[in-house]
Structures are given as structure tokens and as C-alpha cells.
């Protein structure tokens, strides 16, 4: 039983830049803990269940196409708890609570910083095996989920500049 329990968990990272806006810039549109939906296509809605929205404590819920826990299932949705909100800093962290993608132990962070070429998206995670993904393919997912945050940020802010 001890085995189990010491399992290892999962732990990744990625970065992506973001061509053009500052950070702070990035910050005011990623920065909303509700506004997920705006930024990965494969979501359909991201809301405030408890709380208000970007203050520590605050649950949303996520719904969206993939789900691979449970293919019978097409939609797969989540609870997440914001557990540190940081607007100096332009991160936060948060966990799920509940879901039926295959998640526990789930914690993330996003953070938004100086870059170069205007800013960058950084995503962290860690969480015990995900049911329906290998380690290494979960973190191929996480990668290019952070890459196309970037490029729809990108679009977003050069259509608001225009």
C-alpha cells in the first residue's frame, strides 16, 4: 500500500513567448482566473462557481471537449481552487478539486514575464498520473496548449491595437 502512496507524480513546465505586448499587457487578459475558455480552444466555458473571481480561494469551472479519462464521457470538466493570486508577480496557482478527466493531486501555475520579443508564458504543473495520458504525452499536450495561449494572446492584442 506504502507504494502507492509514494507513486511519483508529474511534474512539467513550458514556456512560450508572446510576440509584441508587454507583460503587463499580457497580464490584464490572462490575469482574469475566468477567462481560460478565451485562450484554449478546447474549452467551451470557464466560470466562477464560489467566490470572487482572482481572490484566493475562488473555485471555477472549466468545461471543454477533451477528455481522455473517459472517451464515453465527450465532454471533460473541472473545479479548480485558486490558491495564490499574484498581480506583482503577474502568476497564480491552482488546484482541482474535482473533475471526471482523470486528475488528482492536480496543481499549476501561470505566470506572465519579460521577455526579448515582448513577454512569456510560463505553465507549470504537478499532479500524480493522469487516467487516459502517458507522462510524456500529457506534457506534449501542456506545451502546445501553453504555444497556442501565446499565438491567440498575440492575435488578441494586435486586433486590439488596431
Known amino acids: 500500500m506504502d507504494e502507492l502512496l509514494t507513486e511519483t507524480r508529474w ?3 513550458a514556456t512560450a513567448k ?7 499587457q499580457a497580464w490584464l487578459l490572462l490575469g482574469d482566473f475566468c477567462s481560460l475558455h478565451k485562450w484554449i480552444r478546447s474549452l467551451s466555458t470557464c466560470h466562477i462557481l ?24 465527450p465532454v471533460g470538466w473541472a ?4 490558491v495564490e493570486y499574484d498581480r506583482v ?12 478527466k482523470g486528475f488528482s493531486r492536480y496543481k499549476a501555475t501561470l505566470q506572465v514575464e519579460s521577455d526579448p520579443a515582448g513577454c512569456s508564458i510560463k505553465w507549470s504543473f504537478q499532479a500524480d ?11 506534449s499536450f501542456f506545451e502546445s496548449m501553453t504555444r497556442g495561449v501565446a499565438r491567440r494572446l ?3 492584442l494586435i486586433i486590439s491595437d488596431d
Do not use: H
Request: glycine letters at 10%.
Open 50 to 73: 464560489e467566490g470572487s473571481n482572482n481572490v484566493p480561494g475562488c473555485i471555477r469551472y472549466c468545461a471543454g471537449s477533451v477528455n481522455k479519462a473517459n472517451p464515453i464521457e
Open 89 to 100: 508577480n503577474r502568476s497564480y496557482s491552482y488546484e482541482i478539486v474535482e473533475t471526471n
Open 129 to 139: 498520473p493522469v487516467k487516459g495520458w502517458s507522462e510524456k504525452a500529457f506534457a
Open 18 to 24: 508572446v510576440v509584441g505586448p508587454t507583460p503587463d
Open 79 to 82: 473545479k479548480e481552487r485558486l
Open 154 to 156: 498575440e492575435e488578441a
Open 11 to 13: 511534474q512539467g513546465k
